[in-house]
């Protein structure tokens, strides 16, 4: 399966089990909201361009947004983590192996604790940014904070549990060396 | 201008991050202010019949509730009926009236609409509705939405087949609403906490509020027809030196299993907003 056939099939999928299953979980308390969808930016392949990946991000907020009901609310943090994923990936990864020889992100081809470190980060970015805007227009300061805390230790959660529940074959790109 | 250019070239991605940042940012304040997104129609048709197809399988499972009730509500509206009462008289017999216009002279306020509800949030600080109705059927925005069991919500957005709904549970709504005991009239709001229980404000401490009473909407609305349920009072809150009570107010409606919906269209609310937007202005 190639990566771009591979990436709209996550576009979609991410989007629905987000949609129809996430979003229709009884709330628990107000502070804690179950978000996953973001993770098809942190599967990206490494070799998109940058204004690729911002782009591709801005359309797949939007599209969420529709379905939930608030244009624009998604579409900002995810716009965000696209455009700081590169900066982190350089980091966290050598370079010159890690990316030729692996296509995307993920714990085969960046190790446990770099991997985990790249998705806590952006996770709390993401949370970060949507809980400011949503404080923005209302709440206070104790609700930032909560908020930010709770849904950003289930989303990580989560993403722990998909990780484990869908192991990606981290295949190799070329025959390079790791 | 090479500087400028190779300036440009070389902070593009940052320059791109911040365009689609503002852009995200300029279409959910517009949005929040009108209700105008862009590209509206067409993502609310793709969403709404995305949904339609999602809610078959959904409202199987609600299959039960849903009956339930409906065939409360179908009680209550036969309790109206006239054959359902008996005249003082019994040998004065009651008949039916078959003329289709009604000879006291009243005119017809409000029409109800049915809708499917297709999409329903309730985790988000704003959630809202998705019916299948939409302007081809007659909904405009501003349309009052209840269900068989209480009030739902305000019509925000429509597109040709489906309609928007702002529920209860949005940090934006408002309902005029009053106490059935004694006609206090407050205004309900949601402080984004818990989807079961909603807040009514402006309520003197003049008036005797038990836990238990009963909340309608207040004929100061015009979406609403007055008398509609809105809630009972859950629990009477509130800072003692105030002179108003902060009542908490559990929902009629269950918007954990809502499936059908009435949009409700008032004849006589344009003539009341025309006449309202005239009142005169304190300088």
């Keep these: 399966m190639s990566a771009l056939l591979r990436n709209i099939i996550r576009f979609v999928l991410f989007i629905l089990v987000q949609v129809y299953i996430f979003n229709k ?39 969420f947004d529709y379905f939930s009901g608030t244009p624009g609310l998604h579409a900002a943090p995810c716009v965000l983590i696209a455009y ?16 030729l020889s692996f296509a995307e992100p993920s714990v085969k081809s960046m190790g446990w604790g770099s991997y985990a470190t790249y998705v806590l980060i952006l996770t709390f970015m993401h949370t970060a940014l949507l809980v400011f805007i949503e404080w923005m227009e209302f709440g206070d300061f104790l609700y930032f904070i909560g908020k930010v805390t709770a849904t950003t230790l289930l989303s990580l959660i989560l993403i722990f549990i998909t990780e484990m529940i869908f192991p990606r074959q981290g295949k190799y790109r070329t025959n390079a060396p790791i | 201008m090479r500087n400028i250019i190779a300036f440009i070239r070389q902070f593009f991605n940052f320059f791109l991050f911040l365009v689609l940042l503002g852009a995200s940012l300029i279409i959910l304040i517009n949005y929040n202010q009108t209700y105008q997104a862009v590209f509206s129609n067409i993502a609310s ?12 399988v959904e409202y199987y499972f ?53 809708a499917k509800v297709v999409n329903n949030d309730v985790s988000d600080q704003n959630n809202y509705i998705t019916l299948y109705r939409g302007s081809k059927q007659g909904v405009r925005t501003d349309m009052g939405v209840i269900g068989p069991e209480g009030v739902v919500g ?41 989807p079961r229980y909603i807040e009514l404000h402006n309520i003197p401490k003049s008036a ?42 559990k929902t009629a409606t269950d918007f954990f299993s809502l499936q059908y919906a009435y949009l409700v269209d008032n004849m006589t609310m344009v003539e009341q907003k025309q006449l309202e937007a005239k009142k005169p202005k304190e300088q």
């Design chain 1, 25 to 63: 979980v009884p709330p628990v308390h107000q502070f804690v909201k179950p978000y996953i969808y973001f993770l098809f930016i942190l599967w990206l392949p490494f070799n998109m361009g940058r204004a690729a990946q911002m782009l591709v991000a801005f359309i797949f907020g939007l599209t």
């Design chain 2, 62 to 114: 609600k299959l039960k509730k849903t009956n339930e009730a409906l065939a409360a509500e179908n009680a209550q509206l036969r309790d109206l009926l006239k054959q359902s009462f008996d005249s003082p008289d019994t040998s004065n017999v009651i008949k039916i009236d078959s003329l289709l216009k009604d000879t006291l002279g009243r005119v017809r306020r409000f029409s109800f609409l049915p």
């Design chain 2, 208 to 249: 005797k509020i038990a836990v238990g009473d009963t909340v309608l909407t207040s004929s100061y609305s015009g979406s609403y027809p007055p008398g509609i349920m809105v809630g009972r009072v859950a629990a009477i809150e509130g800072d003692p030196a105030s002179g108003f009570y902060e009542l908490k107010i």
């Design chain 1, 84 to 99: 700081l994923r590169p900066f982190l990936l350089n980091l966290l990864i050598p370079q010159e192996t890690t990316q």
């Design chain 2, 45 to 56: 048709e793709t969403t709404g019949k995305v949904g339609s197809q999602y809610n078959k």
């Design chain 2, 154 to 194: 305000k019509v925000v957005s429509v597109s040709d087949n489906y309609s928007l709904v702002m529920s209860l549970l949005n940090r934006n709504s408002k309902v005029s609403a009053m106490m059935k005991k004694g006609f206090y009239t407050g205004l309900a709001d949601w402080d984004g906490k818990d």
